[in-house]
């Protein structure tokens, strides 16, 4: 039964499923357009991109009821819709995977946007040192 409803490309084996891309936190607004079942129209949802890479992206939406698996995403600013494959939902916070890998400078241009906008959450997250040393209570003498 669940073979009925899989296409062949369901069982397409890609490299581009296997690859890690280095991550930019941002925080974009986006819109996830969906075509709906049996080609009766189009549905379209606002999200906010918190993380993109060439690849793929995390993004968060209000709901995702009525939320197909496969999708564009149109990154608001761009006259681009990038093709989704859904890898994970959980509650409000949706990954996918790009269909094709996102061209470089079209990523560029988005995190620097989002770092001209101003974006201090991402802006901390890329400054924040891996390593942060405690003051020791043994090296506080009193005198």
């Not at 040192?129 to 005198?143: E, H, V």
């Amino acid at each position: 039964m669940t073979m009925l409803r899989a296409t062949h490309l369901a069982t397409v084996k890609s490299a581009i499923y296997d690859l890690r891309w280095e991550e930019f936190h941002v925080k974009r607004p986006a819109r996830i357009v969906a075509v709906r079942p049996c080609l009766t129209g189009v549905s379209m949802r606002s999200a906010e991109i918190i993380d993109i890479s060439q690849g793929g992206a995390t993004f968060i939406v209000s709901t995702t009821a009525g939320l197909p698996k496969h999708y564009y995403l149109n990154i608001l600013g761009l006259a681009y819709r990038i093709g989704c494959a859904e890898v994970y939902r959980h509650k409000e916070r949706i990954g996918v995977r790009f269909i094709n890998l996102m061209d470089p400078e079209v990523l560029r241009r988005v995190v620097r946007t989002d770092f001209l906008v101003g974006n201090m959450e991402a802006i901390d997250a890329r400054r924040a040192p891996i390593f942060r040393p405690q003051a020791s209570p043994i090296g506080q003498l009193s005198k």
